[in-house]
């Protein structure tokens, strides 16, 4: 019943192994991606591309301490200013993890 | 030219369910062929190509014409992404002539199928091995069009974060496409005729039906993909039948040269004029994601590779005739 | 009847499979068929019996048996939704009648090719051109359902977010198995004698294992679905058996008006009572989202086409014979 | 670091595209989807149909300043009227967007 | 506009059905559910497994009201505990559901 | 031992294709073939295999020699996890060693298929009916591996949340794969020399096609998983190799005594190496998920799939040919 932070990430599917490969530095607990997202920001529409498996976004959702939360957002920031996405943060309560 | 070698080419199955998936996506009805189902396509045209080349090229052995026809199709993959990006750069910026560049340097399988199959129904055969021609000229453009990018882009804004020069040569040398038409080449020289019998049934007596329902989703593609380019102005499409055109002719003459028969000649046209939609997009996008994909894709996908696939097959063709008319022996 | 018929009849390979995808689901195994492969099965089907079909169809021409066996199944596959709807109306509201109305007014082009498969096996083979007709009988229903809808639904819950006339006739006639099928028949009508060489063995040699892979999946699927009808009481599948057997004599009883050979005379039946599972719910989410789809897919699915393919093909059979004996000359 | 809304809506699949068009309307920075998500609601068990691509439901996630929130849930409510679906709003804190 | 728990869950795909029957009986008003989630927790790595279906996780998500969220979180506490997963949870609002 | 064996054996496209796939991996190609293409290849090949065994089957009928070799796969399949299981249990803990003595007590199909197919480039065709026997040897290993696991595990740990017998029969029994395999079976029983012709080119003449595809994809995999057993030490890809020797060396004494011919000796014997990748994880994931799928899978996977393939189906023959020749009759 510990309040956490969920962080809520979503980028270029071909930087998703980058991300989890920073997640693992930081050493936080677990991460959980969902690819196949597509969408619309600044670079405009992202819908896939049926020929190869490129111009998708995947989503990350990391359940961690704040501490690890400003770690994470810090180490994506140069992914994101490059290839672009959104990283968002909100504050949950774990209920339940091993 | 003939008309009716154009017809010939129209009323060929697999071009026209190219036909049929533009028209349904016209008419927006929502047929579709869905993911991963295209890849599987792909996968089995770049295998079964391969393969088949690789047992001809066996056939064949390494002649004087094959060394030479590879050769002036590697030399083709170097210079036009270098003329292309100049040409580019009037109106471009530094990373979308870049990237626009390595997809007319680099080629299409599927162009190149389309070719042979126009040429089976003259009843005639292009040599195998120009499918190792075909392997060859897919990646130099991509490496060109980096290190153009690298030299004439503003050094301020060239973010290292991320780029490796390795990662370029990967995407560029080993990159899915090149590396399963080039293996089922190897599989197809070191297996021969024995292993073609093993594989025949599969990778030649069903080949037609595969491609028909691979134009059939290039179609679809196609014709959604031509709305991107509406804001684009006259440059890109024009530079996208232009540029193909022109490549073919350069390819005849050097054909020409190196003395190849016909069909040889069309094939290799062929590979000069198509541009890349698969390896070269993959590729930009690792090592240029500063280059728009909504300009280069579009452009091969929905402009040249339809403009080849009906006009100019059969016009490369008539070109050629004329020319040996004219010039019957070199 | 001749038990001889049903045994022929259950003992084929794409049947058999059939049972199998029924008895996997039945003993809880996790055998799958995992999406998209569903879709590719599908796609072939469609490309393949229409392409068929239309190499036939340019070998009959538009004879005076083809003219009429296309108008009497667009009369059928207009008649019949309307009947079925004041029927179904006993028992249902407005928007599940029309949606179960036009689901037995279209048709179901699996169901038809494993009549044309049981035919096969008797050493029969039915005018290509039938194919015709079956692309002719899906759509009309459709739009009958909606009109249907639109005109006995009460007005005030009728909201008209979403609706247009247009979207409705685009889902009609436009959807991707009608397109596919009608296309790849034009294609086929088309390319002709030479095109059907070129694509045999994809569209004929291993048209039988494609089928019963799809056959497989629709076992999985139909036995998954049964359940959904459990609390739906006796009425509907009731109604997902007589009235198909119905349809199916009205279209035996038109098929000799308009003197159809038998094996004609068989297909045009199954067509008749045949149900829809893939262009009608399609149509139906879009223009009639009221309607319960867990109730017209089982319907189709689970009922009508598995008792079409066992009991149902082969009673018609037997009834056309029968039907022969007693009137020889009309 | 500014404090956002995010919006989600889970709606049919069919009327994903309808749901896009009203946010580019609104001007929205962007979006992200997520297709092939099955569910259970009102309208009973939707898990999707293996013969079509039908009865799915999509999943939109918006992050958006308040006043585009406001004029999002009123321009989906009539989709979710007539073809079913959810939409909830929740405070999270945008970390990076370009 | 009535504030509501949102319980996030991310099990094995496997349990994904016994989750579902949890909250039926529960009797929750509807569940969304995401299937091919990868990601990394206390049991290594789970990317799926190309030869089977296994070997990946599923992503539900319950709008609820507190009572119900009490409920979810005990019965799947034995799920989590023996093939691994987590359960957070927050609120929201929820703007529209019929 | 006759290195012509094993060149023959590696030049033959299918096995090409396999390397093809281990080399992009290790080179790092994004050679890919994306879900869920490989779930097609997997299950066309359980379906053409199964349906070719029972139309064989139905040829032979059940001789004396069909029974000999069903009951010895049946035996083999018990006596195997029970002794691995305790070699096992020296390095790990209970539910490793059951999770990895069932991977080796089961067989994989696509070892099978390539034995049979290295047969064939050498003229010889194994009898039919081994693929019953393939089938019976799939399952009762599952249910050997849950019952040792139960038997030894601390009573303490062992969480009954979950667990039922019925759920592991029905894993061990009814999983996809057997039920594809064991119901193709039946159907090329049921519908015999006429069915076969059906079939015929989809199920044989675009198999070895469809093989190769399938193995590229499993190199592909292989030489993915080869990296889990990094930290594994010496003991498990050791074991994963002489296990699967001593096995086929017991399968080969065995086939001595029940006097199968060399060929279908090669193929008892392979069975007896082989291990399960696909239907033991699927089971062991729901009745024993305190077992690390990292482990048995890579095993079975990384080292005896790609073992078997390149060096144990030649070895397994070489040994066979020596038995035959120093005790000619037994
Ligand atoms: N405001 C937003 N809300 C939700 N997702 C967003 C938003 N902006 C961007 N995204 C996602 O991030 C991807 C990349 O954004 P961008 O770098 O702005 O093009 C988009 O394709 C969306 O999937
Ligand atoms: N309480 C809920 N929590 C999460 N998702 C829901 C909820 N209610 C409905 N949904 C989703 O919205 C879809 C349509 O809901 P409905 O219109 O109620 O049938 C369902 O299939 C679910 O995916
Ligand atoms: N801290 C976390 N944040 C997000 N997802 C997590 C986290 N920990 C675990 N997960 C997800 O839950 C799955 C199982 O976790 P575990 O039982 O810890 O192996 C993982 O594969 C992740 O998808
Ligand atoms: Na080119
Ligand atoms: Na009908
Ligand atoms: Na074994």
């Known amino acids: 019943m510990k309040p956490v932070s969920k962080v809520e990430i979503v980028v270029d599917s071909v930087e998703v192994e980058n991300v989890a490969k920073f997640l693992d530095e930081i050493g936080v607990s677990g991460y959980s991606i969902i690819n196949d997202v597509i969408g619309k920001g600044h670079r405009g529409v992202r819908s896939g591309y049926e020929l190869t498996d490129l111009f998708k976004n995947s989503y990350i959702m990391v359940v961690c301490d704040e501490k690890e939360m400003h770690r994470i957002v810090e180490a994506i920031r140069p992914i994101i200013k490059k290839f672009g996405g959104i990283c968002i943060v909100s504050d949950v309560v774990m209920r339940i993890h091993k | ?330």
């Open chain 2, 1 to 330: 030219m003939d008309t009716s070698l154009i017809i010939n080419n129209l009323v060929h199955p697999p071009v026209l369910f190219f036909f049929l998936g533009m028209i349904a996506t016209f008419c927006k009805s929502d047929l579709k062929i869905p993911d991963p189902l295209p890849k599987l396509f792909s996968l089995y045209l770049l295998l079964a190509i391969g393969f088949h080349g690789g047992v001809e090229l066996r056939k064949t052995g390494l002649t004087h014409e094959v060394v030479f026809a590879l050769s002036a199709g590697m030399g083709m993959a170097v210079i036009v992404p270098m003329y292309a990006f100049f040409i580019l750069r009037l109106k471009l910026d530094v990373y979308n002539a870049a990237a626009i560049a390595a997809t007319y340097g680099s080629i299409s399988a599927v162009t190149y199928i389309t070719a042979v199959t126009f040429l089976q129904t003259l009843g005639l055969e292009p040599g195998g091995y120009m499918v190792a021609s075909l392997a060859l000229m897919e990646s130099p453009a991509i490496v060109i069009g980096i290190i153009l990018a690298r030299i004439f882009a503003p050094k301020k804004e060239n973010d290292e974060y991320g780029f490796s020069w390795s990662a370029v040569f990967r995407e560029a040398f080993l990159n899915g496409s090149v590396l399963l038409i080039t293996g089922s080449l190897l599989i197809g020289l070191a297996s021969g005729e024995e292993g073609w019998d093993t594989l025949k049934p599969f990778t030649k007596d069903i080949f037609k039906g595969m491609l028909s329902f691979f134009l059939l989703d290039m179609g679809l593609l196609a014709a959604k993909r031509i709305g991107d380019l509406k804001s684009a102005g006259f440059f890109l499409p024009l530079f996208a039948i232009v540029v193909p055109v022109f490549n073919a002719c350069i390819g005849i003459v050097v054909a020409k040269f190196i003395d190849l028969q016909p069909e040889n000649a069309l094939v290799f046209s062929v590979l000069c004029a198509s541009a890349s939609y698969i390896a070269v997009p993959a590729a930009m996008r690792l090592s240029l994601p500063e280059a728009n994909p909504s300009m280069f894709v579009p452009m091969a996908l929905a402009i040249t590779f339809p403009f080849n696939i009906i006009v100019g097959i059969p016009l490369y063709y008539y070109l050629i005739k004329r020319a040996n008319e004219l010039i019957p022996a070199f």
